[in-house]
């Protein structure tokens, strides 16, 4: 049974708070490093006397990029506990195998969570579209998200101390790169932060002032979404047991022909085999695509969340 710990649970939680605040790995850790905050095997070892194989007490504050970044991504911190993550090879290849999450087995809420879902979700979101600050030592909060509308290429920031603040502007990386493949547009970052200000004013006041009408609005729009997601789970399920039917099929037919003398048992070990390999994907296959089906099914629209949150932020003065 895991208990929190409270004083390593507020690292945890600074750490998270200051990603979800746009700060990457790297920033973060030395960060730590600087205030000297142990790292964790340093600071297991000096309060539970735990020593681990990375222990270095020569340096106490070593946080490093990758140290943060996996806490970052760690379920245990959001209450679940992850099964069945790595496997070997085989009984010679005793090298570790990491799984993708869906073929784990994943328990959720197990223990006391660290950290919210709220901040779990930003912090994921800002992991996917992550930022380096730039040679100024600015961070672009548009980073990866501003795309040309013409060739689809991401757009850059341009700086330059001899300019204002308000001449910073995005041009097209591939017109960068070579004129003759788009076109000279861009847009100022000024400009882009009023727009996107505007936008979250207007959205925020319509679902604070017609909490209703925006409900019902998200509502369908996020159900059309999961139908369409769902219908193609749905066909993916039937060519599934579709096939699952042909293999029974082809594997009864191998064991008349086998007890009734029509092929040796070293034929039938040669046909079956590739047969059997897909019957044992598909018997992993098909209970993973059905809870998919059915965790989609049972889905809870978010608009509670969304117009909760709206009504905190009811007046936003500038981008962060």
């Not at 009023?194 to 002032?209: I, Y």
Request: hydrophobic share 35%; aromatic share 8%.
């Amino acid at each position: 049974k895991l208990v929190v710990d409270e004083e390593a649970a507020a690292v945890v939680r600074r750490i998270f708070a200051l990603c979800a605040a746009g700060q990457g790995p790297s920033q973060i850790a030395r960060l730590l490093k600087r205030e000297q905050v142990l790292c964790p095997t340093t600071y297991a070892y000096k309060t539970f006397g735990v020593a681990h194989s990375s222990l270095n007490l020569n340096d106490p504050y070593g946080w490093s990029d990758s140290t943060i970044a996996n806490m970052l991504e760690n379920e245990i911190y959001l209450g679940n506990t992850i099964n069945l993550r790595y496997s070997t090879r085989s009984y010679k290849d005793r090298r570790k195998v990491e799984h993708p999450r869906e073929e784990c087995m994943v328990l959720e809420n197990t223990h006391p969570a660290l950290v919210s879902r709220e901040v779990w979700d930003i912090v994921q979101q800002v992991r996917q579209h992550k930022r380096r600050p730039t040679k100024m030592d600015e961070q672009n909060k548009y980073s990866g998200l501003v795309v040309c509308a013409d060739c689809g290429s991401t757009m850059v920031l341009h700086r330059a101390h001899t300019m204002s603040r308000s001449y910073n502007h995005f041009t097209c990386r591939t017109y960068k790169k070579d004129v003759t493949l788009c076109t000279a547009h861009y847009i100022r970052e000024c400009i882009l932060d009023d727009v996107v200000l505007e936008d979250l004013r207007r959205v925020t006041a319509m679902a604070r002032e017609h909490t209703q009408e925006f409900a019902a609005y998200i509502g369908s729009r996020q159900s059309a979404e999961i139908r369409k997601e769902a219908r193609g789970l749905e066909r993916e399920l039937t060519a599934m047991k579709k096939r699952s039917r042909e293999l029974d099929s082809i594997f009864k037919r191998l064991y008349e022909d086998i007890v009734l003398g029509r092929i040796t048992a070293e034929q039938f070990q040669t046909l079956s085999g590739s047969y059997t390999q897909e019957m044992e994907v598909l018997n992993r296959a098909i209970p993973e695509k059905e809870t998919a089906i059915q965790r989609l099914r049972e889905q809870v629209s978010g608009t509670d969340h969304f117009i909760s949150l709206a009504k905190r932020y009811t007046d936003i003065q500038e981008l962060t």
